[in-house]
Nanobody, 118 residues
């Protein structure tokens, strides 16, 4: 079955950086757009960024544009989120997700906690 496993979360100070990775298995990775979402307890899950199946197109939420960068390696079935200039409001559980072309996100990882201290 499809598995998405995130890693790289942790505690960082304001202004610091973290790099999240998501390893995918059980799917033809290059057929899927990949995205990152985040959620704070009690709030809705928030879209952060998406990268197309080929890596040729990326999309970012306004709240992270210019600070976060998504990339993928189709040879290694991984997607990475580089997060710079972190702010306390970036504190959340971060989820990796996959969607086939033309469909909604259907596969989700278990999430990794990111905490930014002020």
């Amino acid at each position: 079955q499809v598995q998405l496993v995130e890693s790289g979360g942790g505690l960082v100070q304001t202004g610091g950086s973290l790099r999240l990775s998501c390893a995918a298995s059980g799917l033809i990775f290059s057929n899927y757009a990949m995205g990152w979402f985040r959620q704070v307890p009690g709030k809705d899950r928030e879209f952060i960024t998406e990268i197309s199946w080929s890596g040729g197109s990326t999309y970012y939420a306004g709240s992270v544009k210019g600070r976060f960068t998504i990339s993928r390696d189709n040879g290694k079935n991984t997607v990475t989120l580089q997060m710079n200039s972190l702010k306390p409001e970036d504190t959340a559980i971060y989820y990796c997700a996959a969607r086939a072309r033309g469909l909604q996100y259907e596969h989700w990882g278990q999430g990794t906690q990111v905490t930014v201290s002020s």
